[in-house]
């Protein structure tokens, strides 16, 4: 299983830039998010990208650790069922 942390700040400003990251690599990967200051919607953009990435290669994805605003965003905009969060009731 390979552990991805994230911390900062994953915003419009920032999530483009994160697209293209090798995060999605192996059998099981885990995106801790707990470290994430602040996160918006183009973060949920990100994080959808990262999630069909990893259907495609077959990887298993889990999210943990994720701010409750971005729970409250994926509820919002109705994705919350798209995205694999644990720990959590998204």
């Not at 192996?26 to 949920?44: R, Y």
């Amino acid at each position: 299983m390979t552990i991805c942390a994230l911390s900062g700040v994953l915003t419009l400003a920032t999530a483009a830039r994160r697209l293209d990251e090798p995060v999605i690599a192996g059998e099981s990967v885990t995106l801790d998010l707990s470290g994430v200051e602040h996160a918006d919607s183009a973060a949920l953009g990100l994080l959808l990208a990262w999630q069909r990435r990893a259907q495609a290669a077959g990887t298993a994805l889990q999210i943990v650790g994720a701010p409750e605003g971005l729970l409250q965003l994926a509820r919002v905009y109705g994705v919350a069922e798209l995205l694999p969060f644990s720990g959590a009731s998204a």
